[in-house]
C-alpha cells in the first residue's frame, strides 16, 4: 500500500506545536493595513489557533 502524499498547501500553512496544538496564521494582514483600526491590527498579530473541531482534518492533510 502506498504512503499518502501531504497537501503541500496546507503544510505551508500550518504547524503543529509541541503541546499538540496547530498554529494557523490570519488573513487580511499583507498590505493595506492603514485602513484597519489599531485593535484590528493588534488581534491579528497574537498567535492564532486551528478550531478543535478541524484539528483532525488539518492532521490528516499535513501527515
Known amino acids: 500500500m ?3 502524499k501531504s ?3 496546507a503544510v505551508k500553512r500550518f504547524k503543529v ?3 499538540g ?3 494557523r496564521g490570519t488573513a487580511f494582514r499583507s498590505h ?3 485602513k484597519q483600526d489599531a485593535k484590528t491590527r493588534r488581534v491579528q498579530h497574537q498567535p492564532k489557533h486551528v478550531h ?3 484539528v ?3 492532521k490528516e492533510m499535513i501527515c
Open 21 to 23: 496544538k496547530i498554529k
Open 7 to 9: 497537501v503541500k498547501g
Open 17 to 19: 506545536k509541541k503541546s
Open 52 to 54: 478543535q473541531a478541524d
Open 32 to 34: 493595506i493595513l492603514t
Open 56 to 58: 483532525a482534518h488539518v
Open 2 to 4: 502506498p504512503k499518502m
